[in-house]
């Protein structure tokens, strides 16, 4: 089982559509949990970190659910610009590395 | 302030070819990790440098080894290329990796290998 699992997609959504992705990881010992956006042959960029009570940057909110180790990020009002591959990342204990998931593409469409 | 940067951007090699990628870390970092991408995956560990010594390492073979520098840059070898080397490196810098912490990465703008 991999440690990071995502559905990989693609989700293609209408402008001004909600769109959710959801990620689950292995261990239960994480302590830390990021999305990171990707653009075409571009690096991945911290969207936002993720915390225990959930948290919300405009458009963008993420979720984590301990118990049932998984984590979410929804997008509100999707916008053409958002189109891009949103990676779920965790951090297990201490200074490990961060441990990414494959993905999940998205595609806004006009 | 400076970030992460990366050279060169793009790279062709042929496969049992060495290659170089370097890293210039952003001001004020001593640590430097770097990860490979390949297409349609998500990163992979690759190793972690820490004041000129590694000091992590993942699943990757002997042949991608790593230097860090005093001014904590860092480069990154791989010997014999292989086809399946190709793939996009990206480093990031952080500081103090003896520090548990919840911060995350902020990565330069990758090199792209291209093995033929």
């Known amino acids: 089982r991999k440690e990071v699992e995502q559905d990989p997609g693609p989700f293609n959504v209408p402008e001004g559509a909600t769109v959710a992705f959801n990620c689950t990881y292995s261990n239960s010992a994480s302590q830390s949990f990021f999305w990171y956006r990707q653009d075409c042959r571009k690096e991945p960029k911290l969207l936002m970190s993720v915390y225990s009570s959930g948290n919300e940057d405009g458009r963008f909110t993420a979720q984590l659910n301990r118990a049932s180790q998984y984590i979410s990020l929804l997008i509100r009002d999707s916008k053409l610009s958002d189109s891009a591959t949103y990676l779920c990342v965790v951090r297990n204990s201490g200074n490990t590395p961060l441990v990414f998931g494959k993905g999940t593409r998205l595609s806004v469409i006009a | 302030e400076t970030g992460v940067t990366q050279s060169p951007t793009h790279l062709i090699k042929t496969r049992g070819q060495q290659v170089t990628l370097r890293c210039s870390s952003q001001s004020g970092h001593n640590t430097v990790s770097w990860y490979q991408q390949a297409l349609g995956q998500g990163p992979q560990f690759i190793f972690q440098y820490y004041r000129e010594e590694e000091n992590g390492r993942g699943n990757f073979p002997p042949r991608f080894s790593g230097l860090q520098f005093p001014n904590y840059s860092s480069e990154l070898n791989v010997n014999a290329l292989e086809l399946d080397d190709s793939a996009l490196y990206l480093c990031?810098?952080?500081?103090?990796?003896?520090?548990?912490?919840?911060?995350?990465?902020?990565f330069g703008n990758g090199t792209r290998l291209t093995v033929t």
């Open positions: 990031a810098s952080s500081l103090d990796s003896r520090r548990p912490s919840n911060s995350p990465l902020h």
